[in-house]
Nanobody, 115 residues
Framework: QVQLVESGGGLVQAGGSLRLSCAAS????????MGWYRQAPGKQRELVAD???????NLRDSVKGRFTISKDNAKNTVYLQMNSLKPEDTAVYYC?????????WGRGTQVTVSS
């Protein structure tokens, strides 16, 4: 059974940094894409960044220049380095993985940025 386990969330002041990690387990198949989504209270879940198995990355405009997504294929782990955090980055951050055309989700990790 595929599991995605996130870690690294927390409370940080505006301008600070956090690094999220997501480790995928329970699959022997290649992970086509892994990504991070976030959902703030009262808002829809949105894609923050994703990365393909080949290393191509995609980031939403509001985080470009501040966030970086990377991965360790050997560990089936994806990272989200978040710098210069803003209060509007406050949300639950979810990891997602595309494995054989099925999207799997982690349980989420809370990121709170205080002003």
């Amino acid at each position: 059974q595929v599991q995605l386990v996130e870690s690294g969330g927390g409370l940080v002041q505006a301008g600070g940094s956090l690094r999220l990690s997501c480790a995928a387990s329970g699959t022997s198949f290649s992970i086509k894409r892994m990504g991070w989504y976030r959902q703030a209270p009262g808002k829809q879940r949105e894609l923050v960044a994703d990365i393909t198995s080949g290393g191509s990355t995609n980031l939403r405009d509001s985080v470009k220049g501040r966030f970086t997504i990377s991965k360790d294929n050997a560990k089936n782990t994806v990272y989200l380095q978040m710098n210069s955090l803003k209060p509007e980055d406050t949300a639950v951050y979810y990891c997602a993985a595309d494995i054989r055309f099925v999207n799997y989700w982690g349980r989420g990790t809370q990121v709170t940025v205080s002003s």
